[in-house]
């Protein structure tokens, strides 16, 4: 038989449901948008014949309790992985869940064996660490550069077998080379 818990954590303003399937390498699923864990109901059933799944309803979705006033929803996957057991684990997040997903390794890299982020957003995060603010400027400049050479005439950008503007030659593959 199978392994299947159900349990509530205590977060600071309210409580988190999750529940965790299966057995052998840990897995947590992260749901997209306003959706509770049930998203994952088909995945689940295989996933857990192959590895511990853990499924959890965010603040306001599902079982968990509702946000009344800010709260920091990384730590909030940090509650859960904690009172489920699992001190690594691979994430994987379609849409807002991809962004926590990215966001919690970000944070807690030595709790992320791998990520998968599918169709993942990238908003802000409430109350970021200066290095989630100083990542993200990165992030805006590169983009702004993007943008520049975008507008550009097709003509005047840079070819995709030329030098990259950062000096480094492109992959063989892009210039036909063996």
Not at 51 to 68: F, Q
Not at 86 to 96: D, F, K, N, T
Not at 102 to 120: I, S
């Amino acid at each position: 038989m199978s392994h299947h818990a159900k349990d509530f954590v205590d977060i600071p303003g309210g409580y988190l449901y999750y529940e965790q399937r299966g057995h052998g390498r840990d897995v947590v699923l992260l749901n997209g948008g306003m959706a509770d864990l049930r998203m994952w109901d088909a995945t689940v059933e295989w996933l857990a014949e192959r590895a511990r799944v853990t499924t959890w309803d965010y603040r306001d979705t599902g079982l968990s309790a509702p946000a009344y006033g800010p709260y920091d929803e990384i730590g909030d996957l940090a509650a859960v992985l904690d009172a489920a057991g699992v001190s690594r684990a691979v994430l994987i997040g379609s849409s807002e869940g991809g962004r926590r997903a990215l966001g919690f390794a970000h944070r807690y890299p030595e709790r992320v064996t791998r990520v998968g982020a599918v169709a993942a957003s990238f908003g802000e995060f409430p109350d970021p660490t200066p290095e989630e603010s100083a990542a993200r400027e990165v992030m805006r400049n590169h983009f702004a550069e993007c943008e520049k050479v975008l507008a550009r005439p097709t003509e005047s950008r840079p070819s995709p077998h030329s030098t990259s503007t950062r000096g480094v030659p492109p992959h063989p593959q892009t210039t036909g080379a063996v």
